[in-house]
């Protein structure tokens, strides 16, 4: 199995920043992507940022140019810098993995962390 813990969310101002991270650990061979999911209320999840490995980053339209993925490949860890917050960005976030294990690929999710936007 493969385990994701999800740190750094809370409340925070419009135009504020956070930095969610999470920690991969397991049973895998390898980390074939990494990346970031969120869903709000009513609303289906939809991505936030993700990165392959050896790959260049995606970003979903609504957060380019404010936030930052990036990863540490020796620490099975990827991070998520989030700038000049809007209180649309509101959800939960979700740390997301895809995993080589000995029988194949699988996605794994981590638990969730709640973001708020708001004065």
């Known amino acids: 199995q493969v385990q994701l813990v999800e740190s750094g969310g809370g409340l925070v101002q419009p135009g504020g920043s956070l930095r969610l991270s999470c920690a991969a650990s397991?049973?895998?061979?390898?980390?074939?992507?990494m990346g970031w999911y969120r869903q709000a209320p009513g609303k289906q999840r939809e991505l936030v940022a993700a990165m392959s490995s050896g790959g260049s980053p995606n970003y979903g339209d609504s957060v380019k140019g404010r936030f930052t993925i990036s990863t540490d490949n020796a620490k099975n860890m990827v991070y998520l810098q989030m700038s000049s917050l809007k209180p649309e960005d509101t959800a939960v976030y979700y740390c997301?993995?895809?995993?080589?294990?000995?029988?194949?690929?699988?996605?794994?999710w981590g638990q969730g962390t709640q973001v708020t936007v708001s004065s």
């Open positions: 997301y993995v895809l995993a080589s294990r000995i029988s194949g690929k699988y996605n794994y």
């Open positions: 397991g049973s895998f061979f390898s980390i074939n992507a």
